[in-house]
């Protein structure tokens, strides 16, 4: 058995437009956010974020987020969804994009 077959498979976790996918490490440069909310909705000012203060944190690096879940884990919540359970661990967080003939756009709840 090689080293890569020997890694531990990654997670991913759909909630609505969002997309969060373990990863190895969040790049030591990434900021603390001062809040929870991994997406809001334009649209119906819902939102998609953590439930419990303290048990993750959001960090930022340039345009691209990250989320660490602490021991328990972290419930992700929305108005509209079913709430998920994250492990603990390290993950990056993508919005679904939609494209249309004029342009690639950000999914608005």
Same mark, same amino acid.
């Given at each position: 058995?090689?080293?890569?077959?020997?890694?531990?498979?990654?997670?991913?976790?759909?909630?609505?437009?969002?997309?969060?996918?373990?990863?190895?490490?969040?790049?030591?440069?990434?900021?603390?956010?001062?809040?929870?909310?991994?997406?809001? %909705? !334009?649209?119906?000012?819902?939102?998609? =974020?953590?439930?419990? /203060?303290?048990?993750?944190?959001?960090?930022? &690096?340039?345009?691209?987020?990250?989320?660490?879940?602490?021991?328990?884990?972290?419930?992700?919540?929305?108005?509209?969804?079913?709430?998920?359970?994250?492990?603990? %661990? !390290?993950?990056?967080?993508?919005?679904? =994009?939609?494209?249309? /003939?004029?342009?690639?756009?950000?999914?608005? &709840?």
């Amino acid at each position: 058995m090689n080293r890569e077959s020997q890694k531990k498979p990654l997670l991913l976790y759909r909630h609505g437009d969002v997309l969060v996918a373990q990863i190895d490490a969040i790049p030591e440069n990434a900021t603390k956010r001062p809040h929870l909310v991994l997406a809001e %909705g !334009e649209m119906t000012g819902h939102s998609h =974020r953590i439930a419990a /203060p303290g048990s993750a944190q959001i960090l930022q &690096d340039g345009t691209t987020m990250y989320l660490r879940v602490k021991d328990p884990g972290a419930t992700l919540v929305h108005q509209e969804h079913g709430p998920i359970t994250i492990p603990p %661990g !390290e993950y990056r967080v993508w919005r679904q =994009r939609e494209y249309s /003939p004029k342009e690639i756009r950000m999914v608005r &709840d």
